[in-house]
């Protein structure tokens, strides 16, 4: 009789184990890989820009890799506020992702009632690619190197005027960084957008501008600005023969124009790799290296960790340049 309850009790247990296993086995099977369904991603800004170029080029490459369709959102308005701050709030699940741009790392000071904390409320991914500004002169300034440049805006401080797209953006903080490490006084003028600014500085409105280097680097080729240096640490594949701000005796200045891709904070860590790994494989891809060879971009492989620390370093690093600069957008 002992014998026949034991035999009992030990089937009844094999069978919840059973049931267990396959209870697991189950919701193993309710969750598909990622991706499933087709992936948004949201950019803060018209396009046809280079935040939007890019993240297109990106999410080609991620709809090919990883047998979904990944689609550019674009959300403009607030500086890229508005696309940052509607990811914020979506759900933590990979589906819905922002293609970040240097702009949010300075609209973290330049905006007091900003609703994000890039570093709070977002994980990173991976950084996309790096596009340096380039200082740019009209033909009519004589300067052919930036000391000549400091010394022409030196004589000419009040009248001599430099152009951006836009007050708080990497092009206009670049020049108030280039006043912060020089101590010109030279007067700011903002435009809606590089292009009526370049066309204002072509036209000899403005006398010099640091602009991203797709828009500007065909005027120079054509012969209607100079290049006097490139804003990164290293010169550009594009430009080799344009020597950097540091190489130019103005120093620390690296200010680059990058993006890169976040998720909302608490997105499963295997969803983050797995986009991780896809685009760092395609920064391996000829395609890719010729269309960021044209742009003048470029893109190293890196972690989400590596990305994190970039992104602090940013916001650590526009802060003051924001303050000195007095911009400020309410």
């Known amino acids: 009789m002992p014998i026949h309850g034991f035999s009992l009790r030990r089937s ?3 069978t ?3 049931l267990a296993a396959a209870c697991t086995l189950g919701a193993h099977a309710q969750q598909p890989a990622y991706p499933s369904k087709p992936v948004r991603i949201v950019v803060g800004f018209s396009a046809g820009g280079t935040t939007d170029i890019v993240a297109r080029l990106m999410a080609q490459e991620l709809t090919e890799s990883l047998g979904q369709s990944f689609v550019v959102d674009n959300r403009p308005g607030g500086g890229s506020n508005i696309a940052t701050d509607l990811v914020r709030q979506a759900p933590a699940d990979g589906y819905t992702l922002l293609f970040v741009a240097v702009t949010s790392t300075i609209n973290q000071t330049l905006y007091p009632n900003v609703k994000f904390d890039l570093m709070r409320d977002f994980d990173a991914v991976a950084l996309g690619a790096k596009v340096p500004n380039i200082l ?3 033909p009519s300034v004589p300067a052919k190197t930036v000391p000549e440049l400091v010394a022409w ?3 000419h401080h009040d009248t001599a005027a430099y152009a951006s797209s836009g007050s708080g953006t990497s092009i206009h903080m670049a020049g108030e960084m280039f006043k912060v490490r020089t101590g010109l006084q030279t007067q700011h003028v903002p435009y809606k957008g590089s292009a009526p600014a370049m066309t204002d500085l072509i036209g000899g409105q ?3 501008m640091f602009d991203n280097m797709p828009s500007a680097w065909p005027h120079v080729q054509s012969g209607k600005l100079r290049a006097l240096a490139v804003t990164t640490r290293k010169r550009s594949p594009s430009a080799p023969d344009v020597p950097t701000m540091e190489e130019s005796g103005i120093a620390p200045f690296d200010v680059t124009s990058w993006f890169g891709l976040l998720a909302p904070k608490g997105t499963p860590p295997e969803i983050v790799a797995r986009l991780n790994k896809a685009m760092n494989e395609a920064f391996d891809k000829p395609a890719v290296q010729q269309a ?3 742009l003048g ?5 890196n972690t989400p960790q590596d990305f994190a620390r970039f992104i602090d370093a940013e916001v650590k690093g526009w802060a003051p340049v924001v303050k000195a600069s007095g911009a400020r957008v309410d």
Request: aromatic fraction near 14%; proline fraction near 0%; glycine fraction near 4%.
């Open 206 to 208: 403005v006398h010099f």
């Open 16 to 18: 919840l184990a059973g």
């Open 136 to 138: 740019v002169v009209n």
């Open 153 to 155: 805006a030196r004589a």
């Open 297 to 301: 971009a470029v893109a190293e492989k």
């Open 292 to 294: 960021y060879a044209k």
């Open 12 to 14: 009844f247990m094999c």
